[in-house]
């Protein structure tokens, strides 16, 4: 069990990494996910229940999906990336969520980046459709996302393994 002392540091080591200023046109976004599938995975008529691992590989899911919508085929041979900071939500007793900066890389998409988002979310397995996108991302949702409360486990909502910064 971590500290609160620790849980400091991580939260100041966070703000630390994840400046707003390195991004070009950064996104608030809330991603939800849904609670469970039936029939899945070859399990006909079968409930799954979402795990924090189910969670982290729809994230993936996703972002591969978005990298391909706006970068096209250079995505895939030159790993062209969209930048994102995804911190993971939720558990036992609320329903898992994400809430993400993501950049927008070039300014002529930005008015239809929400709805490449919106879309590429929805077209993975977990993605739920309550999905909040804010264009006007600041340190405010900084603070917000790396808050203490509705985390289980503090240093382990930080979904560094789907995270890209420049």
Request: one cysteine or more; hydrophobic letters at 35%; a neutral charge.
């Amino acid at each position: 069990m971590r500290t609160y002392q620790d849980q400091f540091a991580y939260r100041q080591a966070f703000h630390d990494l994840v400046r707003i200023e390195q991004f070009a046109d950064p996104f608030a976004v809330t991603l939800t996910l849904r609670q469970g599938l039936n029939g899945s995975g070859g399990m006909q008529g079968q409930f799954k229940r979402i795990e924090r691992y189910d969670a982290e590989q729809n994230f993936r899911h996703f972002t591969n999906l978005l990298n391909r919508q706006v970068y096209g085929h250079a995505a895939d041979r030159y790993g062209k990336r969209v930048q994102v900071v995804p911190v993971l939500e939720g558990g036992s007793s609320t329903r898992y969520h994400y809430h993400v900066i993501i950049d927008c890389p070039r300014p002529e998409l930005h008015f239809e980046f929400p709805a490449m988002i919106r879309s590429c979310w929805l077209r993975t397995p977990w993605g739920y459709d309550q999905i909040d996108i804010q264009s006007s991302c600041n340190e405010g949702w900084t603070n917000y996302i790396s808050k203490f409360r509705s985390k289980v486990e503090y240093d382990m909502s930080f979904d560094w393994t789907n995270c890209h910064l420049d």
